[in-house]
């Protein structure tokens, strides 16, 4: 079974621009959440998305946004790119068959460098 | 809130020897999760071993095993038989019954195994 795919794996934008991740589960998982990973604040959830809807959101800026499609594959933007949004952005996918303590299965991040 | 605690920033180990990672975790939740993530330098997150709060024995995975304290939140990584690929970064994770989707990391500990 192939595991969870990211797109693009590397990305460098200027300040100001915009950006759009993209995240493939792994077959039969339904449940997506974005991790950011920096040096300074380490892993930091932003959000999870299940069956379309966000049930889930971290502390971060209404510029951080995120969907997920009918076939469980998952977008996150970010609008008006800061220098600190430089990081690596990691997708984990679950299956989440009721109960929570699903196990995420990540995928191999999208670095973003913001020039 | 949760919090996840690493209180060894670095280690290192020689080959073939045993080493100890600490994890501590606070929370008011009674049925939770946690895991061990590897990250090696490719940077892709890996499930080492994960243990059910509710489930005294503690998880095993070939040379990796854990001490789950739940009344100390106290929870280490033992890998036994180090080998040279087990260089990394390992991070604990915590999630709750209640927050489906969202894994609360500590700041992570890089092991480095010595030939």
């Known amino acids: 079974k192939a595991g969870v795919t990211q797109t693009p794996r590397y990305l ?4 100001g621009q915009q950006v759009t991740l993209s995240c493939s589960p792994i077959s039969g998982h339904r449940s997506v959440s974005w991790y950011q990973q920096t040096p300074g604040q380490g892993l930091q959830f932003l959000f999870e998305y299940f069956s379309e809807t966000q049930r889930n959101k ?28 430089s990081a690596l952005y990691l997708c984990a996918s679950s299956i989440f068959r009721g109960g929570a303590g699903e196990t995420q299965y990540f995928g191999p991040g999208t670095r973003l460098l913001v020039l | 809130a949760q919090t996840v605690t690493q209180s060894q920033p670095e280690m290192s180990v020689q080959e073939a020897e045993t080493v100890t990672l600490s994890c501590t975790y606070d929370t008011s939740e009674n049925n939770y999760y946690l895991f061990w993530y590897k990250q090696p330098p490719s940077r892709q997150m890996i499930l080492v071993i994960r243990q059910e709060a509710y489930k005294q024995q ?9 001490n789950f304290q739940k009344a100390a939140k106290s929870f280490s990584l033992k890998i036994s038989d180090s080998q040279l690929g087990d260089t990394a970064m390992y991070f604990c994770a915590f999630m709750g019954n209640t927050n489906a989707g969202k894994s609360t990391f500590g700041d992570g500990t890089t092991l480095t195994v010595k030939p």
């Open chain 1, 12 to 15: 460098i934008k200027t300040r």
């Open chain 1, 58 to 85: 971290g502390n971060f800026p209404g510029r951080f946004s995120g969907r997920q499609f009918s076939n469980s594959r998952s977008e996150m933007n970010v609008s008006t790119l800061e220098l600190g949004d």
């Open chain 2, 58 to 66: 503690n998880a095993t995975e070939n040379r990796f095993s854990v």
